[in-house]
């Protein structure tokens, strides 16, 4: 039901924004080195 789409939606913000922070510091510390 609606519980299930709440869910996949929690993930699916959850894993962009992980991968958004995960990307930036990628970034970051290929710069600073």
């Not at 609606?2 to 924004?17: P, W």
């Amino acid at each position: 039901g609606s519980l299930l789409g709440i869910y996949l939606i929690f993930q699916i913000v959850t894993g962009l924004f992980l991968a958004i922070h995960f990307c930036g510091d990628v970034m970051l510390s290929f710069s600073s080195v």
